[in-house]
């Protein structure tokens, strides 16, 4: 089992759609948790930290499951700008911090 | 406040050749972390180093290796370059234990 997976899509949305992702990871003693967003043939940037209690960060919103060791991201109002890919990210326990990412899941939001 | 810079952006590389990748990490930074991306694929993590010592490893080959300076920039070397090393490579940087990582725009590396 992978230690982060992720369903790679493409998820294909119409404009103004709620779209949500999921991600599993395998280390029960993992940390921290992050969303990236990576356009394509671009480097990944830091979308937002998932924090234990949910966090919202404007139409994005981040869950994290620790009993089912997964976390989550909704995106409300899907504009066209949302269309890339989205990797989860799960920090490793222990002496380092050690961030492992999912493959990415594909979003293409459509008019 | 600047941020993460890689050099080459693009390079080609002959099968066997040795290549070396610089990465300028962000100011106030001391963490780095160097990744492999294949096409269609997440960011594979290589190594991490913390104030110039390796503290974390993936399932990379030792004919990658690096090093992390004072100045907390750093080197990814690879050595006798095989084709399944063409890749993205991605260096990212971070300040504390639980933040996100903000990464270089990358090297694009070919081996023809």
């Known amino acids: 089992r992978k230690e982060v997976e992720q369903d790679p899509g493409p998820f294909n949305v119409p404009e103004g759609a709620t779209v949500a992702f999921n991600c599993t990871y395998s280390?029960?003693?993992?940390?921290?948790f992050f969303w990236y967003r990576q356009d394509c043939r671009k480097e990944p940037k830091l979308l937002m930290s998932v924090y234990s209690s949910g966090n919202e960060d404007g139409r994005f919103t981040a869950q994290l499951n620790r009993a089912s060791q997964y976390i989550s991201l909704l995106i409300r109002d899907s504009k066209l700008s949302d269309s890339a890919t989205y990797l989860c990210?799960?920090?490793?326990?222990?002496?380092?911090?050690?961030?492992?990412f999912g493959r990415g899941t594909s979003l293409i939001v459509h008019p | 406040e600047t941020g993460v810079t890689q050099s080459p952006t693009h390079l080609i590389k002959t099968r066997g050749q040795q290549v070396t990748l610089r990465c300028s990490s962000q100011s106030g930074h001391n963490t780095v972390s160097w990744y492999q991306q294949a096409l269609g694929q997440g960011p594979q993590f290589i190594f991490q180093y913390y104030r110039e010592e390796e503290n974390g490893r993936g399932n990379f080959p030792p004919r990658f290796s690096g090093l992390q300076f004072p100045n907390y920039s750093s080197e990814l070397n690879v050595n006798a370059l095989e084709l399944d090393d063409s890749a993205l490579y991605l260096c990212a940087s971070s300040g504390g234990t639980a933040d996100g990582y903000t990464f270089g725009s990358g090297t694009r590396l070919t081996v023809v």
């Open positions: 280390n029960s003693a993992s940390q921290s």
């Open positions: 990210v799960v920090n490793s326990a222990g002496g380092s911090y050690i961030p492992t």
